[in-house]
């Protein structure tokens, strides 16, 4: 189906677990085998052309190495398959290609069999209700109905549907759709709402009116039990059965806390857009972060990444401004009061003294007051002035000023006691 391109217009997931037969289990990881064998056959393809004398097959002379392959003798099991899902494996080649050459993403990698595993099919599928309520789907070159847990309504026209199934042995479908935005979104007058937004680890946001919201540590609470299964799973014998078992228990772990994760992040990332037309975030480099081996499991635990993600997408579908400033701003050690550094400022000092105007802070207010008013400063500039310094707080001389003793507060920006 041809996808409407309107700003009026998004494209949208439907996601719903399914509870596929026997056979229908059989039909599935077929097509999950064929569809990894051609996307792993083009990709060595692809490889090696390159390699030999720096040539690039396109996404169309892929699809033209499928035909060929499936009148060879030795690949005439892939005609069990739905063609279009085979394609469709190709197409996903060509754009982990272009993500690369984008620099967008990592070069393609090879899929796993004990991945996560799906096929795309593009046409000749619908939903049936049952007078019961129940809700079945009809696939290509499957004789029977899939059962569909269908837990909410499907708004817009779809384009294609994904059949999953996860290293946890869960089925899924997805239909992704081309939707009307006043059809999923209630418009809300907050035009002059804006909110700065500082990311932690302790409080997982931190807006600069104080609001705090506490970082759930999903990983940590289930540690000692995943801890407990890769112990096990270690003394089995390789692809045993008890292996495969208790690797299906631990991949359930993992499901369980990824769910979690992207439950919180859902809800908080459409709170935030509902309720402020600006939003200003600062520009992490989450990956050069992670290599701080003191850090790196709670901010890998807190998907700062994720987050940005989302809230990028979700302020796009709701016409909202999500601006992010420079990462190498110091919007911690900067007075939002008076623009005074404190260059002394450490990592772990929550709270420090403005030897200028006086001012107690709380670090990470302090860095999302900071946020809002560069973003703000950032939106004032025109588009060709951008480059410019616009995020630079004047310096001020302060060292021969006499400075007036306060009491029980230390002077350098230390912890208040």
């Known amino acids: 189906m041809k996808r409407i391109k309107d700003d009026n217009y998004i494209e949208i997931g439907y996601k719903f677990r399914i509870y596929p037969t026997e056979e229908q289990k059989a039909f599935f990881e077929k097509h999950f085998g064929c569809v990894r064998f051609i996307y792993n056959y083009l990709l060595n393809l692809r490889m090696e052309a390159y390699r030999k004398d720096k040539t690039n097959i396109s996404g169309y002379e892929a699809k033209k190495y499928i035909a060929k392959l499936k009148k060879q003798e030795e690949y005439k099991w892939l005609s069990e398959v739905n063609s279009q899902s085979l394609q469709e494996a190709a197409i996903d080649l060509d754009k982990a290609y272009r993500r690369f050459f984008g620099k967008l993403s990592a070069y393609p990698n090879f899929k796993k069999k004990r991945s996560e595993q799906k096929f795309k099919i593009p046409q000749n599928f619908y939903l049936r209700e049952t007078k019961k309520g129940k809700f079945y789907l009809k696939v290509p070159k499957l004789k029977s109905d899939i059962k569909v847990n269908l837990h909410r309504k499907i708004e817009g026209a779809t384009s294609q549907i994904t059949i999953s199934r996860t290293p946890s042995g869960k089925y899924f479908v997805s239909f992704n759709c081309t939707v009307a935005k006043n059809k999923v979104f209630k418009r809300k007058d907050n035009k002059e709402d804006k909110t700065g937004i500082d990311l932690g680890i302790e409080s997982f946001i931190i807006t600069d009116k104080g609001e705090k919201i506490k970082t759930p540590i999903f990983l940590r609470l289930l540690e000692r039990r995943l801890k407990t299964s890769q112990r096990s799973l270690s003394r089995k014998k390789k692809f045993s059965a008890n292996f495969c078992k208790q690797r299906k228990k631990i991949a359930v772990i993992h499901e369980k806390i990824a769910n979690q994760r992207l439950n919180f992040l859902h809800q908080l990332s459409f709170k935030i857009t509902d309720e402020n037309q600006t939003i200003y975030l600062e520009d992490l480099n989450v990956k050069g972060m992670i290599k701080n081996r003191h850090l790196s499991k709670s901010i890998a635990d807190a998907s700062w990444g994720e987050f940005t993600r989302q809230l990028k997408y979700k302020s796009k579908w709701r016409d909202k401004e999500l601006i992010q400033i420079g990462r190498f701003e110091a919007s911690s050690k900067i007075c939002n009061v008076c623009e005074w550094k404190n260059e002394d400022l450490k990592l772990h000092q929550r709270k420090w003294l403005c030897l200028e105007c006086k001012t107690i802070h709380d670090r990470d207010i302090n860095a999302a007051k ?48």
């Open 370 to 417: 900071n946020i809002l008013k560069l973003g703000q400063d950032m939106s004032k500039v025109k588009p060709v002035e951008k480059s410019t310094a616009v995020f630079s707080f004047k310096k001020r001389q302060v060292g021969s000023v006499k400075q007036e003793p306060i009491p029980n507060i230390e002077m350098h920006g230390n912890l208040l006691p």
